[in-house]
């Protein structure tokens, strides 16, 4: 069974861009989750996503925001990047009617210049 | 709110000898937990969870848990650290209405000398 897929793995934006990253969960897997790491703040939450429909959210500013599609694959989108937002972006799938337990990718490492 | 703390930032043991990391959560109702690993410029991955049952907590690469309401703990151990044990580990919480909000502690980085 394939893991959870994000790409691209590395990125550089300038300050005032806009970027968007991509998750493709294991398949069967409807609920996707993405977590944002800086050496800072640690890993916290973004948003997560289950059947197209957002329910939970992070406290990070409206810049932030994501989307699921039919298929379960989901993209987030940070817009007006500061360099703040250089992180590690993670995404994680997880199907709750097996039980609990995420599956990270292996990340998308954001730098902002 | 919920809450994960990881008392140890560094740990440094020697190969083959016992480990143990500590997390302690806060947490209202009964807590999803979980612990990660990750090896630098990687993503995470789930060494075990707990969610209901018996309250030791067996997972893969020879790594257990022992969830103690009683201390809000739950405490990864493995009884003889090999070399490639080095990493950086997360405690986690389950939190939000669906328990699908992971909150992480801070991790403990640990090293291991041959």
Same mark, same amino acid.
């Given at each position: 069974? =394939?893991?959870? +897929?994000? +790409?691209?793995?590395?990125?550089?934006?300038?300050?005032?861009?806009?970027?968007?990253?991509?998750?493709?969960?294991?398949?069967?897997?409807?609920?996707?989750?993405?977590?944002?790491?800086?050496?800072?703040?640690?890993?916290?939450?973004?948003?997560?996503?289950?059947?197209?429909?957002?329910?939970?959210?992070?406290?990070?500013?409206?810049?932030?925001?994501?989307?699921?599609?039919?298929?379960?694959?989901?993209?987030?989108?940070?817009?007006?990047?500061?360099?703040?937002?250089? =992180?590690?972006?993670?995404? =994680?799938?997880?199907?709750?009617?097996?039980?609990?337990?995420?599956?990270?990718?292996?990340?998308?490492?954001?730098?902002?210049? | 709110?919920?809450?994960?703390?990881?008392?140890?930032?560094?740990?440094?043991?020697?190969?083959?000898?016992?480990?143990?990391?500590?997390?302690?959560?806060?947490?209202?109702?009964?807590?999803?937990?979980?612990?990660?690993?990750?090896?630098?410029?990687?993503?995470?991955?789930?060494?075990?969870?707990?969610?209901?049952?018996?309250?030791?907590?067996?997972?893969?690469?020879?790594?257990?848990?022992?969830?103690?309401?009683?201390?809000?703990?739950?405490?990864?151990?493995?009884?003889?650290?090999?070399?490639?044990?080095?990493?950086?580990?997360?405690?986690?919480?389950?939190?939000?209405?669906?328990?699908?909000?992971?909150?992480?502690?801070?991790?403990?980085?640990?090293?291991?000398?041959?």
């Amino acid at each position: 069974k =394939a893991g959870v +897929t994000q +790409t691209p793995r590395y990125l550089i934006k300038t300050r005032g861009q806009q970027v968007t990253l991509s998750c493709s969960p294991i398949s069967g897997h409807r609920s996707v989750s993405w977590y944002q790491q800086t050496p800072g703040q640690g890993l916290q939450f973004l948003f997560e996503y289950f059947s197209e429909t957002q329910r939970n959210k992070g406290n990070f500013p409206g810049r932030f925001s994501g989307r699921q599609f039919s298929n379960s694959r989901s993209e987030m989108n940070v817009s007006t990047l500061e360099l703040g937002d250089s =992180a590690l972006y993670l995404c =994680a799938s997880s199907d709750p009617r097996v039980n609990y337990g995420y599956t990270f990718g292996s990340g998308t490492r954001l730098t902002v210049v | 709110a919920q809450s994960v703390t990881q008392p140890d930032i560094h740990i440094t043991v020697s190969e083959g000898a016992s480990l143990e990391l500590r997390c302690n959560y806060s947490y209202g109702a009964t807590p999803y937990l979980f612990w990660y690993v990750q090896s630098p410029g990687q993503g995470l991955q789930l060494l075990l969870k707990y969610f209901s049952g018996d309250t030791l907590v067996q997972g893969i690469k020879g790594f257990e848990a022992e969830f103690k309401r009683s201390q809000s703990s739950f405490n990864l151990r493995k009884p003889s650290v090999h070399w490639s044990d080095a990493a950086e580990y997360f405690c986690a919480v389950g939190a939000g209405e669906y328990g699908n909000k992971l909150v992480f502690g801070a991790g403990t980085i640990l090293r291991v000398k041959s």
